[in-house]
């Protein structure tokens, strides 16, 4: 039996959302770490150029967090550095064997660069340009141990992107993650922005600001997320399109919370009833509440399935046309923020399975599955005993 600090301590490492929160933290030690096993693997194996293990490892790791990323330049750093040590090798070759230093190896040497720096500006950009700097480097060496060196220098690199995979897979951190926790804290916050712009009190303008503020944060975070969006399709496999759907849904939610926001300060005191306020209330509360209930979706912390009802109280469009034109047009863009909510929590109940960490998916399906054999034993009518004889 651990001891409870040990498994407490296991229990926010291995947290999603944990691991969100503190994802800076996590990167500066792993990159660390990953810096040390590299200089001590070098040193323990006295490998010549040992210090290009170190150099990949920074180069894969240091400005990459995320796995998919750090896969895709790992894989490109290898296949580059393999492609420019075979060039480079042949160019060694056809010089010291045929070309002799003159005028045709010079030219060769141009074509290849030439070759290399059309490819760099494509799609895989980061593969081609390393290939020309392996194939550099080892021209450049007048040695007699040319091929000793150019060789050690690739196991080197390809040491360090193994080191760095490792350290990936060790300390992992995923677009998917960051997608996901971004899109929830945005939710979250609508939820308490609409709760703080519709509870019917003065907005002052130290509140207003205070509310702007945040708002902005908001949109930061928006910003951020849609950065992510290649590399969660490639860890996920949710299709693009998806992702991108989702993402402009989760735009147009921020943009009518926005709206509201830059509203309320200009909407008139309405003269309604108590019956009427208290519809009002409830429709606004409603929203914060499914508002929150995605993000802890999102969160994996809310087994049920998420329904919201798109239609209009009819009670709500009849106050909507009794109020004045400004809480028209308030009322409407909270309804909007609903739709929108609503479409978003379909597409992540289809694809919950791909964007939930297996650990969390796993607990999931258990605990829906003793729900669903809970409510099949509560329902299952009571045996009936045979009369007497």
């Given at each position: 039996?651990?001891?409870?600090?040990?498994?407490?301590?296991?229990?926010?490492?291995?947290?999603?959302?944990?691991?969100?929160?503190?994802?800076?933290?996590?990167?500066?030690?792993?990159?660390?770490?990953?810096?040390?096993?590299?200089?001590?693997?070098?040193?323990?194996?006295?490998?010549?150029?040992?210090?290009?293990?170190?150099?990949?490892?920074?180069?894969?790791?240091?400005?990459?967090?995320?796995?998919?990323?750090?896969?895709?330049?790992?894989?490109?750093?290898?296949?580059?550095?393999?492609?420019?040590?075979?060039?480079?090798?042949?160019?060694?070759?056809?010089?010291?064997?045929?070309?002799?230093?003159?005028?045709?190896?010079?030219?060769?040497?141009?074509?290849?660069?030439?070759?290399?720096?059309?490819?760099?500006?494509?799609?895989?950009?980061?593969?081609?340009m390393l290939a020309g700097l392996t194939m550099c480097m080892l021209i450049g060496d007048q040695g007699s141990e040319w091929l000793s060196d150019g060789l050690m220098r690739a196991l080197n690199v390809l040491l360090g992107a193994a080191i760095a995979i490792g350290a990936a897979k060790l300390m992992p951190l995923k677009s998917t993650l960051m997608w996901r926790f971004l899109l929830a804290d945005n939710l979250t916050d609508?939820?308490?922005?609409?709760?703080?712009?519709?509870?019917?009190e003065y907005m002052g303008r130290q509140r207003w600001r205070s509310l702007q503020k945040d708002m902005q944060l908001i949109n930061r975070r928006l910003v951020k997320s849609r950065s992510h969006l290649a590399a969660t399709a490639q860890e996920?496999?949710?299709?693009?399109?998806?992702?991108?759907?989702?993402?402009?849904?989760?735009?147009?939610?921020?943009?009518?919370?926005?709206?509201?926001?830059?509203?309320?300060?200009?909407?008139?005191?309405?003269?309604?009833?108590?019956?009427?306020?208290?519809?009002?209330?409830?429709?606004?509360?409603?929203?914060?509440?499914?508002?929150?209930?995605?993000?802890?979706?999102?969160?994996?912390?809310?087994?049920?399935?998420?329904?919201?009802?798109?239609?209009?109280?009819?009670?709500?469009?009849?106050?909507?046309?009794?109020?004045?034109?400004?809480?028209?047009?308030?009322?409407?863009?909270?309804?909007?923020?609903?739709?929108?909510?609503?479409?978003?929590?379909?597409?992540?109940?289809?694809?919950?399975?791909?964007?939930?960490?297996?650990?969390?998916?796993?607990?999931?399906?258990?605990?829906?599955?003793?729900?669903?054999?809970?409510?099949?034993?509560?329902?299952?009518?009571?045996?009936?005993?045979?009369?007497?004889?």
């Amino acid at each position: 039996m651990p001891h409870p600090y040990l498994q407490a301590a296991r229990e926010r490492w291995f947290n999603p959302y944990k691991r969100y929160q503190h994802s800076r933290l996590i990167h500066a030690v792993r990159l660390g770490l990953a810096v040390i096993a590299a200089t001590l693997l070098a040193r323990l194996l006295q490998l010549a150029h040992g210090e290009w293990v170190a150099i990949t490892v920074f180069v894969v790791l240091g400005m990459l967090q995320f796995q998919g990323a750090i896969y895709s330049k790992a894989a490109e750093r290898m296949i580059g550095t393999i492609i420019g040590l075979g060039a480079g090798l042949l160019l060694l070759w056809l010089n010291q064997h045929y070309l002799y230093n003159n005028g045709f190896y010079f030219i060769l040497i141009g074509l290849l660069s030439a070759l290399a720096g059309w490819a760099a500006v494509g799609k895989y950009g980061y593969m081609p340009m390393l290939a020309g700097l392996t194939m550099c480097m080892l021209i450049g060496d007048q040695g007699s141990e040319w091929l000793s060196d150019g060789l050690m220098r690739a196991l080197n690199v390809l040491l360090g992107a193994a080191i760095a995979i490792g350290a990936a897979k060790l300390m992992p951190l995923k677009s998917t993650l960051m997608w996901r926790f971004l899109l929830a804290d945005n939710l979250t916050d609508s939820s308490r922005l609409i709760a703080e712009i519709s509870n019917g009190e003065y907005m002052g303008r130290q509140r207003w600001r205070s509310l702007q503020k945040d708002m902005q944060l908001i949109n930061r975070r928006l910003v951020k997320s849609r950065s992510h969006l290649a590399a969660t399709a490639q860890e996920s496999r949710i299709s693009i399109n998806v992702m991108e759907t989702m993402q402009h849904t989760h735009r147009k939610i921020v943009s009518s919370t926005d709206l509201l926001l830059h509203a309320v300060p200009k909407l008139p005191r309405p003269e309604i009833s108590e019956n009427d306020e208290a519809l009002l209330h409830q429709h606004f509360i409603g929203l914060q509440q499914e508002l929150r209930h995605t993000a802890r979706l999102l969160k994996g912390r809310y087994a049920r399935r998420i329904r919201i009802d798109t239609r209009i109280d009819p009670r709500l469009r009849a106050l909507a046309h009794r109020l004045p034109f400004e809480w028209q047009g308030f009322v409407w863009l909270s309804i909007n923020i609903r739709v929108e909510l609503a479409n978003l929590v379909m597409m992540l109940h289809r694809s919950r399975s791909k964007w939930l960490e297996p650990g969390e998916w796993r607990k999931l399906h258990q605990h829906l599955t003793r729900q669903h054999q809970q409510l099949e034993i509560a329902e299952k009518p009571p045996a009936v005993e045979a009369p007497p004889q």
